[in-house]
């Protein structure tokens, strides 16, 4: 046990729930369910092409505030249904409102969750730190069998801000009664987890897979691996 720390804030998406491989599942069925998108769209993977890039710049707009939910989540489908003839934001948001659905049911986790979080319970208070909304987020947790883990849920929804503005770290330290500098947050982005905890001087654990390089710091800790936490905790 690492005595320095009391509190561990973590990430959710692509942290512990494997977002990459549930997200990726559900617009496959999405695409195979639909119709309109299997005619405009010769295959899966040349609408998931035209969905991912424009998805990601939308939850980049969502998290600087430049855009609000309901933009994001009617946006991120018209793009792609426009091409195929359909400029309705109801219907996007109705496929939206499918396709969260769908993905709460998933339950693929990132190598290790479970046996971290086992690992990690006698010893600290765990809590998820998320950007995501909440009737989701709470599906993922329970579906997933993560819910046991953690205290508490934190979202950006609570916060009426998103990672990684410093506001909503402080919301979480005041709303789980938990000291700044015995909190460490663990999460894979850097600019929302990494970046933003540093702002709020609280220490970062960065969950790094793909080696990605660090931008104008070192965080507190870096791991390649959920398993390497645990020479770390």
């Given at each position: ?66 855009i609000d939910r309901r933009t994001l ?107 700044r500098h015995a909190s460490l947050m ?48």
């Open positions: 046990m690492n005595h320095r720390y009391k509190s561990l804030f973590f990430d959710l998406d692509d942290t512990l729930w494997d977002t990459w491989r549930n997200n990726r599942e559900c617009l496959e069925e999405i695409y195979c369910d639909y119709p309109p998108l299997r005619r405009h769209y010769d295959s899966f993977e040349t609408f998931y092409d035209a969905y991912m890039p424009n998805n990601l710049i939308l939850w980049a707009k969502y998290r600087s505030q430049e989540i009617a946006e991120r489908f018209l793009h792609v249904l426009r091409p195929a003839g359909i400029d309705d934001p109801d219907a996007a948001v109705r496929l939206n409102s499918d396709y969260l659905q769908r993905t709460g049911r998933k339950t693929a986790l990132v190598p290790k969750a479970i046996d971290l979080l086992k690992y990690l319970q006698p010893f600290y208070r765990m809590f998820i730190l998320s950007n995501g909304f909440r009737e989701i987020q709470s599906m993922k947790l329970q579906n997933s069998g993560l819910a046991p883990y953690f205290e508490r849920m934190i979202l950006s929804e609570d916060a009426n801000i998103q990672k990684p503005h410093k506001a909503i770290f402080d919301f979480a330290l005041k709303n789980t009664n938990s000291r663990i999460g894979d982005s850097w600019d929302a987890d990494i970046a933003g905890a540093s702002r709020a001087g609280i220490d970062q654990l960065w969950f790094n897979p793909g080696r990605l390089p660090s931008h104008g710091f070192a965080p507190t800790y870096e791991v390649c691996s959920l398993e390497e936490i645990k020479r770390v905790l």
